[in-house]
């Protein structure tokens, strides 16, 4: 199963925010019930990074590549993995040059496909 970055856009009153997932996939004979999104937060693209199985997140540079070409890239502390929910975890930009903060999440799932579903490890907001 691969980890997914999934790309979220919100529209506000006067401003569009965007929101990055980083997520990782189960396997594949975790039970998902329908191919909807969970809490209405449906991606509006997504970038797979790394191979098979979970990316580690944490204490390095991970990039991905979303089908429109926008490149995101998030830089996790080491130990954010044992944070608390909402803790504030690193920081990422996308190649147009929009930072944002990422913070840890509490591992809901946020989508399924027949390939699996996705668990939202981090969140990342456009500051």
Known sequence: MQSIIFATLFAGVALATEAIYLS???????????????????PSDTASVGGC????????????????????TVNLDSGAQYYSVGQ????GSNSYGTGFDCFRDNDRQLYCNQGGCYNSIYYCKQT
Do not use: K, R
């Open 53 to 72: 199985g979970y990316e580690h997140w944490e204490g390095q540079t991970v990039s991905g590549t979303f089908s429109s070409g926008t490149s995101f």
């Open 88 to 91: 504030y975890a690193g920081y």
């Open 24 to 42: 990782n996939g189960q396997d594949s004979y975790t039970p998902c019930g329908s191919q909807n999104y969970d809490n209405g937060q449906g």
